[in-house]
């Protein structure tokens, strides 16, 4: 009973199978058969994606054609372009190629945004067959000069600046800006509420309240995924007032010993920086002075005063000057001279060796404290990191020899190594063998030797 329904239903399937399978027959037996077999489209139309200035062609493989006649025909504006190998569109930078069987090519050469649409290859069989392929055509993006803008924008502290980038392309290019250095851009609404953030998307970027540290390299990078991206550079330059810091104005230094007098100063644009004494008189650089200032960033450095041999008069203020059009500012170091107490000349010279050891640390110190600053410079950090990692790899490449070396010698009594090693060490699975055998006949060597001494006591004896 279980198989009783499908078979059943299977009988009847087949029943009705092999009743249209008749009908057809007959159906078709009695239509007049076609000699003629038509002609027959053997792959489909490609769809390109193409960029602008390309060249591109769109393949056609027609079966069985022949006395028709295949034609291109622009489908959105139903221009016919070509006829066979004959050229109808007044378009030089058309062409169909034939192979001479069954593929026909149309060529696009300089591919415009005009000729973005439907393609389609035609035969004029009655009803026509035919299919049809899409060009897309894309234009890599590029950034428009605005005329208004310059590379360089300049804004007093707290002014606010407008970037602008116009971006063409197609698709329509995405605008993102970026700071050079990879430092966030720090963006404030109206309200002065401000926030940071890795990179901004727009084409205006609009920099309020402009502080300082966001002097620098900003880029507008256009992207719309057709390579290559392009982007510009502004540079913004950010002017104040000078501003001096001296980390330590109270310095003491014993006679006779060379000092370090620092100031750091914030300018923009750069000052004119002079040292002076409490009696106005303008320090210049000679055997007794040192005057030095190192960069340490768009808009610090710090200036360094080394005065040498310390005699007496040398002790008093010092004063640090930063002007430049914004104003002016100083900064005094007092230096103070360190009395030491000398019971013996011995320990005088240790004091002093104290004293300028000292001396090192707190200059140390103080390079510490702006490499601090150094370190959102980022040319200065692969310095350091050039440094340090040479020596480690010096000596981590001078302890892997020897390393290697022990473990082959470690290897050495163990069993032969699995043969299925590279070259190196199957050359030294073979010297074990040698080094094996000499050993064990230099150590029989060493028992028989040992025996005849033996024997030639007892004889002796
Ligand atoms: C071309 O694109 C159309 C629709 O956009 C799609 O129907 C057709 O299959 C595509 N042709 C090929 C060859 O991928
Ligand atoms: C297509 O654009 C090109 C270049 O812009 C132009 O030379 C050509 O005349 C345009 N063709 C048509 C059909 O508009
Ligand atoms: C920079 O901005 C990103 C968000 O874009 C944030 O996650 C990150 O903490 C910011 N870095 C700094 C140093 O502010
Ligand atoms: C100033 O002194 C500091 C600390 O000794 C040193 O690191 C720096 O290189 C000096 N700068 C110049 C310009 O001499
Ligand atoms: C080099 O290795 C020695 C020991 O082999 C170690 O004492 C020393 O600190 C290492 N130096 C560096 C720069 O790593
Ligand atoms: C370590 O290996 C090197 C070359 O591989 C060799 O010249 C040197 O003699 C070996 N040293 C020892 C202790 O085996």
Wanted: net charge positive.
């Amino acid at each position: 009973m279980a198989y009783g329904l499908p078979y059943g239903m299977a009988s009847r399937n087949f029943a009705l199978c092999a009743l249209i399978v008749v009908f057809l027959y007959t159906s078709l037996g009695q239509t007049p058969p076609k000699s003629e077999v038509l002609p027959e489209f053997l792959a489909l139309l490609e769809n390109h994606t193409v960029t602008q200035g390309r060249d591109v062609s769109f393949t056609c493989v027609v079966n069985h054609l022949q006395s028709y006649k295949v034609a291109w025909i622009k489908s959105d504006s139903r221009a016919i372009l070509a006829i066979h190998t004959h050229m109808v569109a007044h378009n030089p930078r058309l062409s169909v190629t034939h192979n001479g069987h069954n593929t026909w090519k149309l060529h696009v050469t300089n591919v415009q945004p005009n000729d973005s649409g439907t393609y389609m290859c035609q035969v004029n069989t009655d009803p026509m067959r035919s299919q049809t392929g899409h060009m897309k055509v894309v234009i890599p993006p590029d950034i428009m000069d605005l005329d208004n803008t310059a590379d360089m924008l300049t804004t007093k502290e707290n002014g606010d600046l407008l970037l602008r980038c116009r971006a063409t392309g197609n698709p329509e290019p995405v605008v993102i800006w970026r700071r050079e250095d990879g430092r966030n851009i720090t963006l404030r609404n109206e309200n002065s509420v401000k926030r940071t953030a890795r990179t901004f998307e727009g084409e205006q970027l609009h920099l309020r309240g402009i502080q300082r540290q966001e002097m620098g390299s900003y880029l507008c990078i256009a992207s719309n995924g057709v390579p290559p991206s392009v982007s510009k550079r502004y540079y913004v330059n950010v002017r104040f007032k000078p501003l001096i810091k001296v980390s330590n104005q109270l310095v003491a230094a014993p006679v006779d010993s060379d000092v370090l007098l620092q100031c750091y100063v914030e300018s923009s644009p750069k000052a004119l920086n002079t040292w002076y004494r409490n009696n106005g008189v303008k320090l210049l650089a000679d055997e007794k002075h040192d005057i030095s200032e190192v960069t340490i960033n768009d808009y610090a450095y710090q200036l360094n005063l080394t005065v040498r041999h310390l005699d007496k008069s040398d002790f008093g203020t010092y004063t640090c000057s930063a002007e430049n059009a914004f104003g002016k500012m100083e900064g005094s170091i007092r230096l103070q001279e360190l009395q030491i107490s000398k019971p013996t000349t011995v320990s005088t010279r240790n004091t002093e060796t104290i004293e300028k050891h000292t001396w090192h640390k707190q200059t140390e110190k103080k390079g510490k404290k702006h490499s601090y600053v150094l370190d959102k410079e980022s040319d200065l950090i692969p310095k350091n990191v050039g440094h340090t990692t040479p020596m480690s790899r010096r000596n981590l490449s001078s302890a892997l020899p020897n390393i290697a070396n022990k473990s082959r010698i470690s290897a050495f009594p163990a069993p032969a190594p699995a043969p299925a090693h590279s070259a190196p060490t199957q050359l030294g699975a073979q010297k074990p063998p040698f080094n094996g055998v000499k050993s064990l006949r230099d150590s029989r060597l060493c028992h028989v030797g040992l025996v005849v001494i033996v024997l030639m006591i007892l004889i002796h004896d």
